[in-house]
């Protein structure tokens, strides 16, 4: 007999009343007419410490099975790049990066209450103000309210955009960078101060919606679109708020599909335009794992309004920002777990990657028009658990205008 | 001559009003809600329920032999503790099924898992007791937990190969995989070997 979970909601409030028929209702665990328990004597002082208490640092018992670990906990992702890069017509250049290591704090208050950080730090060393960066990517309380139907969430937040920004421990992406899609078009990771819901209403339908800060117009670009107009909440300026919605459908195990939408007032943010600037962003996206196929795929559609302001240039200082009005990229990823069918546990994918992007898409004056590229990615993740990926790979990036490059990266990744 | 707002720096006006009014329903809906704990059932709530027409359950203590000691380390990849406490749900003589209650990791902590059985030792149900990680809840999903009843100590749990994983949720799939085929060995050893067992 499968119990319907959750097993112990009690749907009395306001939220159920209007979720109605979505939330799963209570299961009924009565034992007015159960079986006589005879317990060994330490399960009763594992029960003692479970349900509406904080979780106690007591220490597990190896007889009475689950017992309850640190209310505070510890964890972490990482990744070690080396990259050749091979311009034509250039010279090969080489170099070893501890791209980032990032630290995960989480602590179990009780009563449906958790809080949830991630610390980075990226290039290994900040000196003098030289070097890397240390950034906080995620800092947020959540607040379990309907169990998996309703939390609320409000903190610094991932921005629910596109597959990437949410999930990007290194084992969990092929090929040893992140998608340039993911970078230049989606700008991850890209975390704003929020407040919103997430949940989970019905089986394998799940949401995020957060009412967030916006973007800063004076710093978009024409070669990394809206990158730069990230706030990352540091005395993040917050007349233009802006709306980050993400639902996602997983219609059988392994598969999902989400469609994601971003709207917010940039030009509010900056002293240097009298525009609203308003961005407008929609993402589709997929992925499946299923019988060894891992498949991943994603489009993003980004439009810029209110350019001509940001170009406009009456004092012969130059534009206060040249980005591109309509700012558009996608790529589609296979890869097969050739391991799959034997008993190793371990998990070798040779994947293939093509991307297309463009920053400045449909842009009639050549000022203000920049090159659409192409990248072929292919190589292969070896994974001899879950949480590592030893990764290899070759680069082909084929720009409309300018000179190809070739590059050839080797890499680890971990999370824990 | 461009024109340049001087700026509030705040909410204001319009905006100022949207962020009123999407915090008070959230507020709202937050103070007429109840808040739920971590721990979705305990075991003596799980025990009365799914043995409810058996006259007791009682407990046996299972000390993994060797090679049962080999096989879980085998399918979960760590070496199994000393001793577990297996749960039998009798009615007079006869033996109704078995539980397991353990705990495995999926990324950062432990989830709790108890994983319930017939008397021929086939998986009737699992059940994710308490759940503590941030993201990967979506195992508690009844379709996900389907996928486990009927098996057994001569199944495949693999997650990946012979059990779906959830998109998003990948190390917790794992996790409840190597605690339903832990559970499944060491209740296969009950059933099979009771010159393992240490009575209480």
């Given at each position: 007999m499968l119990l319907r979970p959750?097993?112990?909601?009690?749907?009395?409030s306001a939220v159920a009343l209007l979720l109605g028929g979505l939330v799963p209702t209570s299961t009924v665990l009565a034992q007015d007419h159960g079986p006589t328990l005879d317990l060994p004597p330490e399960a009763s002082t594992a029960e003692a410490s479970s349900a509406e208490t904080p979780p106690s640092t007591e220490t597990p018992n190896a007889a009475t099975g689950p017992s309850t670990p640190s209310a505070t906990s510890v964890g972490g992702y990482g990744e070690l790049h080396f990259n050749a890069f091979m311009p034509d017509g250039g010279d090969t250049t080489t170099e070893i990066d501890l791209h980032r290591v990032v630290f995960f704090f989480g602590h179990e208050f009780g009563h449906g209450f958790r809080f949830y950080s991630e610390l980075e730090v990226e290039h290994a060393f900040i000196e003098h103000g030289e070097g890397g960066e240390v950034k906080l990517e995620q800092a947020y309380i959540q607040w379990?309210?309907?169990?998996?139907a309703l939390s609320l969430r409000a903190g610094?937040?991932?921005?629910?955009?596109?597959l990437t920004n949410r999930v990007?421990?290194?084992?969990?992406?092929?090929?040893?960078?992140?998608?340039s899609v993911d970078s230049?078009?989606?700008?991850?990771t890209w975390s704003e101060g929020g407040i919103g819901l997430v949940g989970?209403?019905?089986?394998g339908l799940r949401y995020e919606a957060y009412l967030m800060g916006g973007l800063n117009a004076?710093?978009?670009?024409?070669?990394?679109?809206?990158?730069?107009?990230?706030?990352?909440?540091?005395?993040?300026?917050?007349?233009g708020p802006a709306l980050a919605a993400r639902v996602s459908l997983?219609?059988?195990?392994?598969v999902e599909l989400g469609l994601s939408g971003y709207f917010g007032l940039t030009?509010?943010?900056?002293?240097?335009?009298?525009?609203?600037?308003p961005v407008s962003a929609v993402a589709l996206d997929g992925r499946a794992t299923r019988a060894g196929l891992e498949a991943r795929a994603e489009l993003a559609y980004i439009h810029v309004g209110d350019t001509e302001a940001l170009r406009a240039d009456p004092m012969g200082t130059g534009p206060v920002s040249d980005v591109g009005s309509d700012i558009f990229g996608g790529y589609l990823e296979l890869g097969y777990d050739?391991?799959?069918?034997?008993?190793?546990?371990h998990a070798l994918v040779p994947f293939v990657r093509a991307e297309w992007y463009d920053t400045?898409?449909?842009?009639?004056?050549p000022t203000f028009n920049g090159p659409s590229v192409f990248e072929l990615t292919m190589g292969a993740d070896y994974r001899p658990i879950p949480q590592i990926a030893f990764k290899v790979d070759v680069q082909l990036e084929r720009p409309s205008d300018g000179n190809d490059e070739n590059v050839v990266d080797l890499g680890i990744g971990w999370m824990f | 001559m461009k024109t340049v707002f001087m700026k509030h720096r705040g909410p204001r006006g319009t905006h100022g009003l949207v962020y009123g009014l999407f915090v008070s329903a959230l507020l709202t809906a937050s103070v007429a809600s109840v808040a739920r704990a971590e721990?979705?059932?305990?075991l003596r709530e799980l025990l009365g329920s799914h043995?409810?027409?058996?006259?007791q359950v009682g407990y046996e203590r299972v000390h993994p032999a060797a090679d049962v000691r080999a096989a879980i380390q085998r399918r979960t990849g760590s070496a199994p503790k000393d001793e577990y406490v297996v749960y039998v749900a009798r009615s007079g003589e006869h033996v109704d099924g078995y539980a397991l209650f353990d705990q495995e990791r999926g990324q950062h902590e432990l989830i709790d898992i108890a994983t319930f059985f017939d008397a021929q030792g086939q998986v009737t149900d699992v059940e994710v007791m308490t759940y503590r990680e941030a993201?990967?809840?979506?195992?508690?999903?009844t379709r996900f937990r389907q996928?486990?009843?009927?098996?057994?100590?001569?199944?495949g749990f693999a997650a990946g190969r012979d059990v779906d994983i959830i998109s998003g949720a990948t190390l917790s799939s794992g996790a409840m995989a190597r605690a339903v085929a832990r559970a499944a060995l060491l209740v296969d050893v009950a059933r099979h070997?009771?010159?393992t067992l240490a009575h209480r």
């Amino acid at each position: 007999m499968l119990l319907r979970p959750p097993a112990r909601i009690l749907p009395l409030s306001a939220v159920a009343l209007l979720l109605g028929g979505l939330v799963p209702t209570s299961t009924v665990l009565a034992q007015d007419h159960g079986p006589t328990l005879d317990l060994p004597p330490e399960a009763s002082t594992a029960e003692a410490s479970s349900a509406e208490t904080p979780p106690s640092t007591e220490t597990p018992n190896a007889a009475t099975g689950p017992s309850t670990p640190s209310a505070t906990s510890v964890g972490g992702y990482g990744e070690l790049h080396f990259n050749a890069f091979m311009p034509d017509g250039g010279d090969t250049t080489t170099e070893i990066d501890l791209h980032r290591v990032v630290f995960f704090f989480g602590h179990e208050f009780g009563h449906g209450f958790r809080f949830y950080s991630e610390l980075e730090v990226e290039h290994a060393f900040i000196e003098h103000g030289e070097g890397g960066e240390v950034k906080l990517e995620q800092a947020y309380i959540q607040w379990d309210m309907l169990d998996r139907a309703l939390s609320l969430r409000a903190g610094m937040v991932l921005v629910p955009f596109g597959l990437t920004n949410r999930v990007h421990e290194p084992p969990s992406f092929h090929g040893v960078e992140r998608p340039s899609v993911d970078s230049l078009i989606i700008p991850t990771t890209w975390s704003e101060g929020g407040i919103g819901l997430v949940g989970e209403p019905v089986e394998g339908l799940r949401y995020e919606a957060y009412l967030m800060g916006g973007l800063n117009a004076e710093h978009f670009t024409q070669g990394k679109g809206i990158r730069g107009g990230r706030q990352s909440v540091s005395h993040a300026v917050t007349d233009g708020p802006a709306l980050a919605a993400r639902v996602s459908l997983e219609p059988t195990l392994g598969v999902e599909l989400g469609l994601s939408g971003y709207f917010g007032l940039t030009g509010p943010n900056t002293d240097a335009v009298s525009a609203s600037v308003p961005v407008s962003a929609v993402a589709l996206d997929g992925r499946a794992t299923r019988a060894g196929l891992e498949a991943r795929a994603e489009l993003a559609y980004i439009h810029v309004g209110d350019t001509e302001a940001l170009r406009a240039d009456p004092m012969g200082t130059g534009p206060v920002s040249d980005v591109g009005s309509d700012i558009f990229g996608g790529y589609l990823e296979l890869g097969y777990d050739v391991l799959h069918t034997m008993e190793t546990g371990h998990a070798l994918v040779p994947f293939v990657r093509a991307e297309w992007y463009d920053t400045t898409l449909s842009e009639d004056d050549p000022t203000f028009n920049g090159p659409s590229v192409f990248e072929l990615t292919m190589g292969a993740d070896y994974r001899p658990i879950p949480q590592i990926a030893f990764k290899v790979d070759v680069q082909l990036e084929r720009p409309s205008d300018g000179n190809d490059e070739n590059v050839v990266d080797l890499g680890i990744g971990w999370m824990f | 001559m461009k024109t340049v707002f001087m700026k509030h720096r705040g909410p204001r006006g319009t905006h100022g009003l949207v962020y009123g009014l999407f915090v008070s329903a959230l507020l709202t809906a937050s103070v007429a809600s109840v808040a739920r704990a971590e721990t979705f059932f305990t075991l003596r709530e799980l025990l009365g329920s799914h043995f409810h027409d058996s006259t007791q359950v009682g407990y046996e203590r299972v000390h993994p032999a060797a090679d049962v000691r080999a096989a879980i380390q085998r399918r979960t990849g760590s070496a199994p503790k000393d001793e577990y406490v297996v749960y039998v749900a009798r009615s007079g003589e006869h033996v109704d099924g078995y539980a397991l209650f353990d705990q495995e990791r999926g990324q950062h902590e432990l989830i709790d898992i108890a994983t319930f059985f017939d008397a021929q030792g086939q998986v009737t149900d699992v059940e994710v007791m308490t759940y503590r990680e941030a993201y990967g809840e979506a195992i508690r999903s009844t379709r996900f937990r389907q996928q486990f009843v009927g098996r057994d100590a001569s199944s495949g749990f693999a997650a990946g190969r012979d059990v779906d994983i959830i998109s998003g949720a990948t190390l917790s799939s794992g996790a409840m995989a190597r605690a339903v085929a832990r559970a499944a060995l060491l209740v296969d050893v009950a059933r099979h070997q009771p010159d393992t067992l240490a009575h209480r």
